[in-house]
């Protein structure tokens, strides 16, 4: 094959031309140094040179250790209560498998499979305990790493992966390196163990950098913070374990030997045994007689300014509201209503970048791996109860004035169609033949990438189609993964053509089961 040939002259002439004129012009602007590479893509970041040798996992990018992080979240109270706040707040969350078409055609998918597996995902976790795992990881080494283990061609569960062993490698220029070459390295033990492609093990930090391929966890935020939260609790320990301050001093004749001081002090304790601890004992020291007893100046373990601030800047870091600690009233002048007002942005701090970096993980897992582009994850109740009756104001204005139908607020909010008022629909076999030419458009897409793809060797991406019926697009699914040649890609979309003629079957995905005289809902070619 001959090489391909880049006409560099207009290039070359550019920078001529730039030199001749920054050469000529006073106190001009110099001609450019001369490049080290030529026309050659940018790299993402200055990575350290030989950096995929080195298997200590976050080594070589200026980061906290995993290991630094994960104690810190061990040892700071404030980092362990905001984690199991988020936590918790997510495990209560309900969620659902759902079409992701919700509008144009009324056709239902079948979901069961899919909900199915996501609630045990590796097999021996259900979801809660499941997702549990994956919070812990994220809020506080930011490593998520899911295996996914395929046998025989089929997702068989979703493996969880401690993400502070994997090492992420790079390309020449700076990205993680495409399938097949090796792309995230293992670390057991301190050696490296073996690696995956970017398809076989997915690596999905939340907070991503440009300069680095790792995340960043709010606890890399907050620092000082928890450092000095640290300190400040284990002064607090030493004063009740090892602080030497008396409760009382009572000053005595200064005649009084050590030893007689000693004898009284002996003296006075057998009186007072079990009744007082040791720091709140009164002591008796030698004096002038001016002043009997005093009490020296004492560090008051029970005030919390210190702690309240504290716990408000890591609060801010995992965006969590600080009232959840009722570190700000939530009654008298202001108070509840304050709290109310904060929900809002709780939801826009915490919740909703959580859930939406989980929704879009899943959807992936979906997608690439269970094989149902039509499908996506859906959390629901998020929006607070407020947002929720503001939404339904809004609605009733909009249908009054005509801006959308009930049918659009109905798919927005997911109802099931045996609940909804059929009549809406009207006489909907007028639309099979533009339901006809809109779904042969898409095929006649979707069966020339294909045909590309099979012709370049590559395994067949997925296509996505808003009007393709689901079982009819499972189906070609299926036979383009079993496909030999471009014959057996192009018997696969004139089948799926001639179904389409079938005005039956058709209505059959417009209208559900009870609207064309089946029982089953569901439109099987």
Same mark, same amino acid.
């Not at 759902?98 to 045990?120: A, D, L, N, S, W």
């Not at 090892?242 to 001081?261: A, K, R």
């Not at 002048?333 to 993980?361: C, D, F």
């Not at 859906?378 to 959308?404: F, N």
């Given at each position: *094959? ?47 040179? =030989? ?71 590796? =097999? ?62 293992? *670390?057991?033990?301190? *050696? ?31 620092? *000082? ?5 640290? %300190? ?14 008396? =409760? ?43 002043? &009997? ?37 939530? /009654? =008298? ?26 929704? /879009? ?10 094989? %149902? ?26 249908? &009054?004035?005509?801006?959308? /139908? ?12 045996? @609940? ?8 909907? &076999? ?29 395994? @067949? /991406? ?11 697009? &499972? ?36 209208? !559900? ?7 089953? !809902?569901?439109?099987?070619?």
């Amino acid at each position: *094959m001959d090489a391909i040939k880049t006409d560099l002259t207009e290039r070359l002439g550019a920078l001529v031309q730039m030199a001749q004129a920054a050469n000529a012009a006073l106190f001009g602007p110099g001609a450019p140094p001369q490049p080290l590479l030529d026309d050659e893509p940018p790299r993402l970041f200055e990575y350290q040179p =030989g950096i995929n040798l080195v298997t200590v996992p976050r080594a070589g990018f200026g980061v906290l250790p995993f290991s630094v992080l994960r104690a810190l979240a061990q040892t700071s109270k404030e980092i362990r209560l905001n984690i199991e706040l988020i936590k918790r707040t997510m495990r209560g969350l309900e969620w659902d498998i759902i079409p992701r078409v919700k509008q144009g055609i009324g056709y239902q998918v079948v979901t069961k499979e899919v909900v199915k597996f996501f609630e045990q995902p590796d =097999g021996v976790h259900d979801f809660d305990s499941w997702v549990n795992q994956l919070l812990e990881t994220l809020l506080t080494i930011d490593a998520v790493t899911i295996y996914p283990d395929i046998q025989n061609g089929k997702l068989v569960s979703l493996d969880l992966i401690d993400g502070a062993t994997i090492r992420p490698l790079l390309d020449l220029r700076g990205r993680i390196p495409r399938p097949p070459l090796p792309a995230y390295l293992q *670390m057991l033990y301190g *050696m490296p163990a073996t690696h995956y492609s970017a398809d076989r093990l997915i690596y999905a930090p939340l907070n991503t950098k440009t300069h680095t391929p790792y995340g960043e966890s709010p606890i890399e935020w907050a620092l *000082m913070a928890i450092n000095t939260a640290i %300190r400040h609790d284990a002064v607090r320990l030493g004063w009740f374990t090892e602080g030497n301050i008396p =409760g009382v001093l009572v000053s005595v004749s200064p005649d009084w030997t050590p030893e007689q001081l000693a004898t009284f002090t002996e003296y006075f304790d057998a009186l007072a045994k079990g009744d007082i601890q040791r720091a709140s004992k009164i002591l008796f020291v030698p004096g002038n007689g001016a002043q &009997s007893i005093f009490q020296p100046q004492q560090g008051d373990a029970d005030k919390i300014e210190v702690d309240k601030w504290l716990m408000q800047v890591v609060c801010w870091a995992f965006g969590n509201n600080p009232a959840e600690f009722g570190l700000i009233p939530s /009654s =008298g002048l202001g108070g509840s209503g304050y709290v109310q007002g904060m929900e809002n942005a709780h939801y826009r701090s915490m919740i909703g970048p959580i859930t939406g970096y989980l929704k /879009s993980l899943f959807d992936r897992l979906i997608r690439d791996y269970l094989h %149902r582009p039509d499908l996506e994850f859906k959390w629901i109740g998020l929006e607070p109860p407020e947002d929720e009756l503001r939404r339904a104001q809004i609605d009733q204005v909009y249908l &009054s004035m005509g801006v959308y /139908s009930p049918a659009y607020v109905q798919e927005r909010l997911g109802v099931p169609m045996e @609940f909804r008022d059929t009549s809406q629909h009207g006489d909907i &076999s007028q639309l099979v033949p533009f339901l006809q030419r809109a779904i042969k458009a898409d095929l006649a897409d979707w069966r020339e990438r294909a045909r590309r793809e099979f012709k370049r060797g590559q395994r @067949f /991406s997925v296509f996505y189609s808003q009007i393709i019926p689901s079982n009819l697009y &499972s189906r070609i699914v299926k036979e383009l993964e079993k496909a030999e040649s471009l014959e057996d890609i192009d018997n696969s979309f004139e089948k799926a053509k001639n179904y389409l003629q079938h005005t039956q079957y058709l209505l059959k995905c417009l209208l !559900p089961a009870q609207e064309v005289g089946e029982e089953q !809902p569901f439109c099987y070619p």
